[in-house]
């Protein structure tokens, strides 16, 4: 299968701060996912994102498929943003980054 | 909130029990595959299933074994339970297989004592 990397693996910010975390794709991927994995596990769909940028809210995605990667910014963070945040791709069973663990402190 | 529900949330069972996990897949979605999580670790799939057929599995012994019913809903049964199998259970569903988009249940939470 398609390597997917994510980048920081950690990021600690204060509340309020912005940032922007980073999924790399070693082939072409057509239908990139990100989520949130809240404190209780649930994964939360954030963006279908095979192209293009996508806007929700305080957050933001674009993929860019033909430098194969993606970005996800979050502005404003709040303490509720914290979490892990996955990227990855479905081709037959899901395939999920590594994930970067965000904590927003208050 | 994606549609794609498990129950139960959370459970208790001990070393060399049996543990049936269900999902009830989203409107329209034919596919379902499960995953284990474990503490601090990223997903790792068990199996797929597609048209009540499995589809696909991954490195989990037989003892892990799956059912899809007409509705497309899935079970995942767990025998002979290990300390080790203690873990998130995620089961997705999506509208086809191959490349489609995946919609993620709440999981299961399994503890073995």
């Known amino acids: 299968g398609i390597q997917v990397e994510q980048s920081p693996p950690d990021l600690i910010l204060q509340e309020g701060a912005n940032s922007t975390l980073r999924c790399n794709f070693s082939d072409s991927v057509n239908n990139l996912q990100w989520f949130h994995q809240n404190p209780w596990g649930q994964l939360i769909n954030l963006f279908y994102i095979p192209s293009g940028t996508k806007q929700n809210g305080r957050l933001n995605a674009t993929t860019v498929a033909t430098e194969r990667y993606s970005l996800l910014y979050i502005s404003s963070s709040q303490t509720t943003d914290s979490g892990v945040y996955f990227c990855g791709y479905n081709f037959n069973k899901f395939y999920f980054g590594s994930g970067t663990k965000l904590n927003v402190k208050p | 909130e994606t549609g794609v529900t498990q129950s139960p949330t959370h459970l208790i069972k001990t070393r060399g029990q049996q543990v049936t996990l269900r999902c009830s897949s989203q409107?329209?979605?034919?596919?379902v595959s499960w995953y284990q999580q474990a503490l601090g670790q990223g997903p790792q799939f068990i199996f797929q299933y597609y048209r009540e057929e499995e589809n696909g599995r991954g490195n989990f012994p037989p003892r892990f074994s799956g059912l899809q019913f007409p509705n497309y809903s899935s079970e995942l049964n767990v025998n002979a339970l290990e300390l080790d199998d203690s873990a998130l259970y995620l089961c997705?569903?999506?509208?086809?297989?191959?490349?489609?988009?995946?919609?993620f249940g709440q999981g299961t939470r399994l503890t073995v004592v």
């Open positions: 997705a569903s999506s509208p086809g297989f191959g490349e489609a988009e995946a919609f």
């Open positions: 409107s329209g979605h034919n596919t």
